[in-house]
């Protein structure tokens, strides 16, 4: 859906994908803005998180789910969510749940619950049965460091218990998880990543503008990127093509990236 020819601009892969995926985070639009947000951004957008535990406050629900559905867009709800049903030890009424708004996807995360990581493979292996996984890796406090070894093991162990893409932590903020604490990527850590877990299979949560073109010049257009705002969707994709200042020289056609 592109209102002129451009040529020479990267090539996207069309939906439903499994590389290039962005994920938008929904905080709690009402009816009005989710409809607005699926007719002008829709194309863009693969899956849609409700934050955190908004989809219990969040008015309409089901008629919410079903505008996202008939877009084409798959939802779930954010990990802090199933972390609350879990630390109340209803991991069954968790399952219901979903299975009662048919849900398709879920999240599976530990980062404000300290749970075992075997525990957490046993729960990613028993939705993967009914749903698809997305297994978040990463804590949500400031100051917790992970050896780059371990969130490897984490994530590889995770993809095997049947997560389909694994969630690389930085919280809604942007500066804990795989970025430093004024959100500069951590540069060591991502390439020790990358050089063990392919990089389809990982889905960076990218909030900020300069995360978002990092991951686009470490890693191309199609990387996989996540907890976008909603206003953020079509300027993230004007990055992802070279329509914007942060990677416009990655992608200019070759002859005239030879004359600048």
Not at 19 to 24: C, F, L, N
Not at 173 to 188: E, F, L, M, Q
Request: positive net charge; contains cysteine.
């Amino acid at each position: 859906m592109r209102n002129f020819k451009l040529p020479g601009l990267p090539e996207r892969t069309e939906k439903p994908r499994e590389s290039g995926i962005t994920m938008v985070m929904d905080k709690g639009l009402s009816l009005r803005q989710t409809l607005d947000l699926v007719s002008v951004c829709g194309e863009y957008t693969d899956i849609v998180k409700l934050g955190f535990g908004t989809s219990l406050l969040t008015k309409d629900l089901n008629k919410k789910l079903g505008l996202y559905d008939e877009a084409g867009i798959k939802t779930y709800f954010g990990g802090t969510l199933f972390e609350s049903f879990i630390v109340r030890d209803m991991f069954d009424d968790y399952r219901k749940l979903l299975t009662k708004l048919k849900m398709e996807y879920v999240e599976v995360s530990d980062g404000s619950l300290q749970m075992e990581h075997s525990v957490k493979l046993n729960y990613i292996k028993e939705l993967a049965k009914d749903f698809t996984v997305l297994s978040e890796v990463g804590s949500k406090e400031a100051g917790v460091i992970i050896h780059p070894n371990l969130w490897i093991s984490m994530m590889d162990k995770e993809l095997q218990a049947g997560a389909w893409k694994v969630i690389a932590e930085s919280r809604e903020s942007g500066t804990v998880g795989i970025y430093r604490p004024n959100g500069n990527a951590h540069v060591t850590l991502i390439n020790k990543i990358l050089n063990k877990i392919p990089k389809d299979s990982i889905l960076w949560e990218a909030p900020k503008k300069s995360q978002q073109a990092y991951f686009i010049s470490l890693l191309g257009a199609n990387v996989n990127l996540g907890n976008i705002a909603t206003d953020d969707v079509i300027p993230l994709e004007t990055l992802r093509l070279g329509l914007r200042g942060d990677t416009f020289k990655q992608f200019m056609p070759k002859q005239e990236k030879g004359k600048s």
